[in-house]
């Protein structure tokens, strides 16, 4: 989940149009857990083929990464490395909230209440082997840049953007701000309409961005007492102290101007917080990345997927999209490197 910063970061909504030329590294679990969660059938079971095998992902990747490629982004999809130590107990407590969720999910479907199972799969999603190695295979037949990460892929992702490989990182959290990322996009992979959890009512989810520099501005803090603030409030390596969310944590930051001194306000303790600091402010991440765009294996992709009951004509079509749009990007492209010689 990350850090929930929602209630003091103010973004702004920009059409995928905006983004037009530009390579965005997409963190690609979190990605693919909103295709497991949101595609799903009405009683909240995941698509599958007749081998009892999961696509929801698949069908994810492929439509929306063809909606991206046709509004002229090209993404890259980041995956995480080897979780961080740190991160142990975080990780435990989501799988606890995933089994609990299943078994409230078979409980609603037995008692024929849809929406309740609905929401409770949708909590259930899981990251297996075949879920990411699958994904990396249909993304490599796609000649869609992958890039694997030593660990954090949020860590990868704003180190990326930070020396110019890619415009921005995408991500439905906040941490690639944390991170250093100096451009977060969110909502870029599930924009539309997105049902209000509990109620029989729907809302826009548009794209949206967030400048590093500007957010910093506004808040009148520094990445690093930023940080500061998110240690406070908990994140996915630190529980937090009690009671503080993120504009009191902002608040106390403001007045003390870091961590040590707020600690000493308040009375309380964060065993290992300078080591948390690290992980944002020196995060692990690998140099020199190849983010060409390889070729797209038509007969691959097609082959890959019809085999899990893809139609093959729905697979074409959003092929055909691909290719045609990557045309015009490159002529596009063409256009622009020439016309700076004059």
Partial sequence: MGVN?????????????????????????????????????RDGYPLADSQGRVTSHLSGILYRTANLIEAGIEPVYVFDGKPHVM??????????RREKAEEEWMEAVEAGDMERAFTKAQQSSRMTDEVRDTSIELL????VPIVM????????????????????????????ILFGSPRLVRNLTSSGRRKIPGRNAYRDVRTEIIESGELFGTLGVTREQLVDVAIL???D?????????????????????????????????????????DIFLRGEYVEGSDLSVGGLDFDGVVGMLTE?????????AALKRIEEARKT??????????????
């Fill in 308 to 316: 899990r009951d893809f139609s093959a004509a729905r697979v074409e």
């Fill in 149 to 176: 990460a030593p660990s954090d892929g949020e860590a990868q992702s704003a180190h990326m953007c930070a020396v110019g490989e890619v415009h921005a990182a995408a991500s439905q959290d906040y941490d690639s």
């Fill in 237 to 277: 390596f630190n529980p937090g102290i009690k009671g503080i969310g993120p504009k009191r944590g902002l608040d106390l930051i403001r007045k003390h101007g870091d961590i040590e001194s707020a600690l000493a306000h308040v009375g309380g303790e964060i065993p290992g917080y300078q080591e948390v600091r």
């Fill in 87 to 96: 991160k142990a107990d975080t990780l435990r407590e989501r799988r606890d």
């Fill in 233 to 235: 409030m908990g994140t």
């Fill in 329 to 342: 990007n490159r002529s596009k492209s063409c256009q622009r490197s020439l016309s700076d010689w004059f």
């Fill in 140 to 143: 490599g037949l796609m000649g």
């Fill in 5 to 41: 910063l929602s209630s003091v970061v103010e973004a702004t909504e920009i059409e995928m149009s905006d983004l037009c030329g530009k390579k965005v590294a997409v963190d690609a679990y979190n990605a693919i857990y909103q295709f497991l969660s949101t595609i799903r059938q």
